[in-house]
T-cell receptor, first 115, second 115 residues
Framework: GDSVTQMEGPVTLSEEAFLTINCTYT??????LFWYVQYPGEGLQLLLK?????DKGSNKGFEATYRKETTSFHLEKGSVQVSDSAVYFC??????????????FGKGTKLSVKP | KAGVTQTPRYLIKTRGQQVTLSCSPI?????VSWYQQTPGQGLQFLFE???????NKGNFPGRFSGRQFSNSRSEMNVSTLELGDSALYLC??????????????FGDGTRLSIL
């Protein structure tokens, strides 16, 4: 079935370090891809999205490119801050068919950034 | 613009009881989805409602049910509670009128604890 696999955490970085969180997916169709972020005690916030191959989503210094050939959507940021400490979820959903409103999530990667 | 509102934020119940959770979507959003988040299983899709009709359903037992009202507010009900139902229940809304690429906006969740 359709699924999302993320690198396992936790990931601990120093402030201003480069961040990569790997995400790969398995899907029978052509999904839209998302990164969500969850801060302690809160729900999920959409960080960025990409709806077709080679699209690049970006927001708040974070970027991810939809790579169909490698079925990947890796999250990157050039210089992390302490305020980026959170849990990051990669997710997919489908544009057509009966899967509207159904996000399939990876297990999440906890990021801790030290000053 | 008000976000997605979930009530209550916290609930404590005992095994065998039933519970109803409420979700008010962002104004203008007609799609409401529900997710269960646990440390072991991660984020799992429960069901989605659009214009008062269940449009999609995840792989949960019949004890989990929901409904949507004409103002798009949604409720989720769990009957005969089990210890394993302890989780954070998240609600998400979207416009839902374009297939697949409308991002979902999440509430802060209801933390349900079963004793």
């Amino acid at each position: 079935g359709d699924s999302v696999t993320q690198m396992e955490g936790p990931v601990t970085l120093s402030e201003e370090a480069f961040l990569t969180i790997n995400c790969t997916y398995t899907a029978t169709g052509y999904p839209s891809l998302f990164w969500y972020v969850q801060y302690p005690g809160e729900g999920l916030q959409l960080l960025l999205k990409a709806t077709k191959a080679d699209d690049k989503g970006s927001n708040k210094g974070f970027e991810a490119t939809y790579r169909k050939e490698t079925t990947s959507f890796h999250l990157e940021k050039g210089s992390v801050q302490v305020s980026d400490s959170a849990v990051y979820f990669c997710a997919l959903s489908f544009r057509y068919g009966g899967s509207q409103g159904n996000l399939i999530f990876g297990k999440g990667t906890k990021l801790s950034v030290k000053p | 613009k008000a976000g997605v509102t979930q009530t209550p934020r916290y609930l404590i119940k005992t095994r065998g009881q039933q519970v109803t959770l409420s979700c008010s979507p962002i104004s203008g959003h007609r799609s409401v989805s529900w997710y269960q988040q646990t440390p072991g299983q991660g984020l799992q899709f429960l069901f989605e409602y659009f214009s008062e009709t269940q449009r999609n359903k995840g792989n949960f037992p019949g004890r989990f049910s929901g409904r949507q009202f004409s103002n798009s507010r949604s409720e989720m009900n769990v009957s005969t509670l089990e210890l394993g139902d302890s989780a954070l229940y998240l609600c998400a809304s979207s416009r839902g009128d374009r297939e697949g690429d409308q991002p979902q906006h999440f509430g802060d969740g209801t933390r349900l604890s079963i004793l």
